[in-house]
């Protein structure tokens, strides 16, 4: 049963101080604790259980310990030092806040804010926090890998990105011309379109998505071929899918 404590808009770090005995286990790696609306057991399933059993071993692997706090918002902080409140009462539109993240010990505390948002919003959120995590410390490897396909790209023009955050950098560095050099700008733009390629792999792994189509989006022969060097890199657990011809082979368990 999902847990309804007094909140009084204490912080994120606060609150996952106090609650933290109570963290349930979902895996080795991930706990979490629910104090948004009451979820019935599909909705857990569908929240938690499903998203994590979804990742791929090697990004598990790669994660550190996360517990996952379920909110109903979270409120921005008007203080100089960025920080969100766990609030019951929706906050203004420039207040809001729709996930957030601080570490508490060896864990790092992932809070979603629930209340008026969509389960697809919610997966869509929640694999971006954990691709952050993996390519804010990506290895050599992985590295090397993929910015050489993004730079393979850039030399060849090749349009659109994946994301807005990535399709900025992307613009910035075109404009440059910092593609053919290991620039700060280029490893920028690199790490952060290996975040939004690695966030829609994720995405894709777990649910039934549709890749929007528009004058930024980056054509599907590209797309394609970000997310084979991914899966070659993170292959997906057993009985999963990546693409589409792989669905009859697959064998996800119920």
């Given at each position: 049963?999902?847990?309804?404590?007094?909140?009084?808009?204490?912080?994120l770090t606060q609150f996952a101080e106090r609650f933290r005995g109570e963290m349930i286990p979902l895996s080795s790696q991930f706990s979490y604790f629910c104090a948004s609306v009451?979820?019935?057991?599909?909705e857990l399933k569908e929240y938690l259980e499903e998203p994590v059993a979804a990742l791929p071993p090697s990004i598990a692997e790669a994660l550190?310990?996360?517990a996952i706090f379920l909110v109903p918002y979270l409120e921005k902080s008007d203080s100089a030092e960025p920080s969100e409140f766990i609030a019951v009462e929706r906050p203004p539109d420039n207040r809001s806040s729709l996930?957030?993240?601080?570490?508490?010990?060896?864990?790092?505390?992932?809070?979603?804010?629930?209340?008026?948002?969509?389960?697809?919003?919610y997966h869509y959120r929640f694999y971006n926090r954990l691709a952050t995590l993996i390519g804010e410390n990506w290895t050599e490897e992985v590295e090397s890998a993929y910015s050489r396909l993004v730079r393979e790209e850039l030399n060849g023009e090749v349009h659109g990105e994946v994301d807005e955050a990535s399709w900025r950098l992307k613009q910035s560095i075109r404009r440059g011309k910092a593609a053919k050099k290991d620039s700060k700008a280029f490893r920028e733009y690199a790490r952060q379109s290996f975040i939004d390629t690695l966030t829609l792999y994720l995405h894709g792994i777990c649910c039934d998505i549709d890749v929007e189509t528009g004058p930024r989006q980056l054509a599907s022969r590209y797309l394609r071929r970000r997310l084979q060097v991914i899966r070659g890199l993170y292959p997906p657990p057993k009985g999963y899918a990546v693409f589409p011809e792989e669905l009859k082979n697959a064998d996800r368990p119920d």
């Open positions: 049963m999902s847990a309804q404590p007094d909140l009084s808009k204490l912080s009451p979820m019935s057991e599909e550190p310990k996360i996930n957030s993240q601080v570490r508490l010990g060896n864990e790092t505390v992932l809070a979603f804010a629930l209340k008026g948002q969509e389960v697809a919003e």
